[in-house]
């Protein structure tokens, strides 16, 4: 299964590093997919997707393409 192009353990990985001890560095030429897969894993760990979005617009980005699937991954982690 697939998260607009992301993949599952993308997600699941993501969400893993983001959860340990330290900081993560994820990289992308533009920073929006790195964006849009933080988005996700941040939604399955239960953050606030209304959170999410205003905090990649402070940063520049828009995470209406995955805004859907983070509503869905939020809800689905409570």
């Known amino acids: 299964v697939t998260h607009a192009g992301f993949s599952e353990p993308q997600v699941a990985a993501m969400a893993d590093a983001l959860a340990g001890d330290g900081k993560v ?41 995955v805004r859907a699937i983070a509503d869905m991954l939020a809800a689905r982690s409570q």
């Open 25 to 65: 560095l994820a990289y992308c030429r533009s920073g929006t997919r790195s964006t849009l897969l933080w988005t996700l894993a941040e939604a399955s760990r239960g953050v606030s997707p209304d959170q999410l979005a205003e905090a990649a617009a402070d940063a520049g980005y828009d995470i209406a393409p």
